[in-house]
């Protein structure tokens, strides 16, 4: 298993730059997960560690080895494609098999290997299959074992679960993440999709038009996002943004208006912010509660038995959503109260740029899962 | 349901059951093919159990077929048939292959290349054969101007003279021109291949020629043996190559089953023999057809499921 480093790694098609100085260091045997929105770089920067795509500059260090130029199957990585890309014509076996046949290993051994790959995966009894006579989650499986029986140093997942029906990929990330802890290697999995972000992760890589926004575990893109990009894209229901003018700075922090509800101090690290600043409240939706302070004419209520959803606008229109109690008494069309602790608010300057929180909840600061 | 609905009105106002009502709906079909196909097939099978010419007719029973079945000469033909048939549509296949695959490969300028394959299938074959006629000719040939000027060969060589080196060089602008129509099939179905499946493999360490022969040959088979069967049933029937480059010469060096028929049929016009000939033909194909499909159907169950 191994370290993978990234250099001031750029890539540019033509002149469209799609990646801007990538620099990352993963740990052995973690599990980081690359996500983002489509167009990204997030795919761009995973087949360039695969030697798929050659990076227009910058370096790839595996273990320290600079592999920058290296053939993919020189770099000890292996990849699962979105796709799957399983051979159709040839059984499962021989598709687990192909990489140990392309290295021409003897027979026995390669029985032995596809064995072993097979029981880690529960497919020993579709071995003689054709890929087409199997379910969308047995193929996966297959593409996973075929990575397997090269006992990579990395492997790399591009998006493998968004062929994947919903509860089908519930089960799929379990597994998943069941098989990082089983096989104790170092992956590298893409996805546009936060939950499986949070979810299977020990570190994220948040990327953005070509860069990262944020490197950290689950936990701390959560609770300390450095930027209104992270705070927005992690997190389901989507945080809150609300408009607000900077009216008094202390010890206790940031006091602010917020445009159409109350004054509240907010104890963040507001740097150079004066009066008069015109910044940003986020709060996510489950840290609101019923109560005084922010009005919301409720427009939509989605009730999901344990909590209920409330979509409306505030006064002065920005948009807001909270996530309340399932058994919440509420009539879409009414005015509600809500308000929050001032301890979760998180603070973004005119520029997206986050104002550090002064207390945050312990988990937060975890470093690895 | 819906269809019933619909049609039910139809059938209550007219009085027609609903077979007649079938029939009637088909019947424009039936009778075009009826017409182009039915009735030439069936003219001429009973003209080949006479001994039709421009005379008169009568008829013989089996007479003309018994007569082919004695002839050497006519197993000769038969033979030279599939051995001809055989060897271009190999050569055809080998080589629409190689193109594809160079065409495919990513070069600068292929969509250059892609046009530049198309001359021999879209200049009309006539031209295209006479060109090579001119070339093969051993007083002012490219080919035997050539061959003198690097001093390959002494004297003149007129390719066409002499029964090996004319059945070879019809097999070659047979080749010719139907190469470009494989080639652009063949290239169609390489591009259809995932190019996940190559990025997979490339990752797994296969090289390029184990790429093309575990991934590209076997995605790419119904594919080819279609084209096969297809080019096998065209270059059989193939006449105006041949015909135009030598006349079935010399001394029936180049004398397929096509081009006897026509012989006898047309040029001489033994219609009754002609039309004995034009049916074993066509029972030849249809057995060669039927083992082919069965073939095809194979190939498709084994490489076809996605």
């Keep these: ?369 | 349901m819906q269809d019933s609905g619909r049609t039910a009105p139809i059938m209550a106002r007219s009085g027609l059951s609903e077979a007649a009502f079938a029939w009637m709906l088909i019947s424009p079909a039936l009778l075009f093919i009826g017409v182009i196909v039915a009735w030439p097939l069936a003219e001429t099978i009973r003209l080949s159990f006479t001994d039709a010419t421009l005379g008169g007719e009568s008829y013989v029973g089996l007479a003309n077929y018994a007569a082919l079945m004695a002839s050497p000469k006519f197993y000769d033909t038969v033979a030279r048939t599939f051995y001809w048939m055989f060897l271009s549509v190999s050569l055809k296949l080998i080589m629409g292959l190689i193109g594809a695959t160079l065409l495919n490969a990513a070069i600068p300028g292929k969509a250059l290349f892609r046009i530049l394959v198309m001359p021999p299938w879209v200049i009309p074959v006539a031209i295209g054969v006479i060109g090579w006629k001119w070339m093969y000719n051993g007083y002012f040939g490219l080919i035997s101007g050539l061959l003198q000027e690097f001093g390959l060969v002494q004297d003149r060589v007129a390719l066409l003279a002499s029964k090996t080196s004319a059945f070879y060089s019809a097999v070659v602008t047979d080749v010719w021109v139907g190469t470009p129509m494989v080639t652009l099939f063949l290239l169609a179905a390489m591009q259809g291949v995932s190019r996940d499946l190559y990025e997979a493999a490339w990752v797994d360490g296969a090289g390029r020629w184990y790429r093309f022969r575990r991934i590209t040959i076997p995605q790419i088979m119904p594919v080819i043996v279609s084209m096969a069967l297809l080019s096998a049933i065209w270059t059989f029937n193939s006449f105006e190559i041949i015909w135009i480059l030598t006349e079935g010469g010399p001394r029936g060096a180049t004398t397929t089953l096509i081009i006897d028929t026509y012989k006898v049929a047309i040029s001489s016009q033994r219609f009754g023999e002609g039309a004995a000939r034009a049916v074993v033909i066509v029972t030849l194909l249809a057995l060669f057809s039927l083992a082919y499909l069965y073939f095809l159907n194979r190939v498709n169950r084994y490489y076809g499921a996605k």
Excluded at chain 1, 71 to 85: E, H, L, T
Excluded at chain 1, 247 to 266: F, Q
Excluded at chain 1, 281 to 294: C, D, F, K, Q, Y
């Design chain 1, 1 to 369: 298993m191994a370290r993978l480093e990234l250099s001031h790694l750029t890539k540019s098609f033509g002149t469209a730059k799609v990646l801007h100085g990538i620099d990352l260091a993963v740990r052995d045997r973690e599990f980081v997960v690359f996500v983002g929105p489509s167009g990204c770089g997030k795919s761009t920067l995973l087949r360039i560690i695969a030697g798929l795509e050659e990076a227009s500059s910058g370096r790839i260090l595996i273990d320290g080895v600079d592999v920058s130029r290296a053939a993919p199957v020189d770099r000890g990585i292996s990849m699962v494609f979105q796709s799957y890309a399983l051979y159709p014509h040839l059984t499962v076996f021989e598709n687990i098999a192909f990489p140990l046949r392309v290295a021409r290993l003897p027979e026995e051994e390669v029985r032995q290997k596809v064995g072993r790959a097979a029981d880690i995966l529960q497919l020993n009894d579709k071995l003689h299959l054709k890929p087409g006579q199997l379910s969308g989650g047995q193929r996966q499986r297959v593409a996973i074992g075929r990575s397997i029986v090269r006992n990579p140093r990395v492997f790399l997942f591009d998006e493998p679960l968004s062929n994947l029906d919903a509860a089908l990929r519930g089960e799929m990330r379990v597994e998943l993440s069941a098989l990082q802890r089983d096989l104790d290697a170092t992956m590298i999995y893409v996805t546009h999709d936060q939950i499986e972000a949070m979810t299977m992760a020990h570190r994220i890589v948040v990327l953005n038009k070509g860069r990262i926004e944020q490197f950290g575990t689950p936990m701390e893109l959560y609770h300390h996002p450095a930027t209104r990009f992270v705070a927005t894209f992690i997190g389901q229901p989507n945080m809150n943004l609300l408009p607000a003018t900077v009216v008094g700075t202390g010890p206790d922090g940031l006091t602010v208006d917020i445009t159409g509800g109350a004054r509240i101090t907010l104890p963040v690290a507001f740097g150079d912010a004066k009066i008069g600043d015109t910044v940003e409240v986020g709060i996510r939706p489950e840290n609101l509660t019923l109560g005084a302070g922010l009005t919301m004419k409720l427009r939509v209520l989605e009730r999901l038995g344990g909590v209920a959803i409330a979509y409306g606008v505030m006064l002065g229109g920005p948009k807001i959503c909270a996530a309340l109690a399932g058994d919440s008494l509420l009539h879409e069309g009414e005015d509600i109260g809500l308000s929050f602790a001032p301890q979760d608010a998180h603070v973004f300057d005119a520029n997206g740029a986050v104002m550090p929180r002064l207390q945050a909840p312990s988990l937060a600061d975890e470093q690895r899962k």
